[in-house]
């Protein structure tokens, strides 16, 4: 049984660092493309950075610079470390695992940006 557990998220104030983890069970993890989706009501799941097996990275434009992803295979788990965080980053945000055209998700965490 494929199981994604998000840890990490919370309130934090604007310009302030925040980081997430992921862990995975149930997968060869090593040879998953991993990455953070992030959602806020009304509007599609959105693509905030994914990790290749080999550690090559992509990032959504709103983030770059400001977020980093980051993966280790020895503990099955997934980073993202989030600086300078502004109130548009609020959002639950996703990890996904994804090998061929079959994804799985995790449960979402809340991360929440304000003063």
């Known amino acids: 049984q494929v199981q994604l557990v998000e840890s990490g998220g919370g309130l934090v104030q604007p310009g302030g660092p925040l980081g997430l983890s992921c862990a995975a069970s149930?997968?060869?993890?090593?040879?998953?493309?991993m990455a953070w989706y992030r959602q806020v009501p009304g509007k599609q799941r959105e693509l905030v950075a994914r990790i290749a097996p080999g550690g090559g990275t992509n990032y959504a434009d709103s983030v770059k610079g400001r977020f980093t992803i980051s993966r280790d295979n020895a503990k099955k788990t997934i980073y993202l470390q989030m600086n300078s965080l502004k109130p548009e980053d609020t959002a639950v945000y996703y990890c996904?695992?994804?090998?061929?055209?079959?994804?799985?998700w995790g449960q979402g965490t809340q991360v929440t940006v304000s003063s």
């Open positions: 996904n695992a994804q090998l061929g055209s079959r994804p799985y």
């Open positions: 149930g997968i060869i993890f090593s040879t998953y493309h």
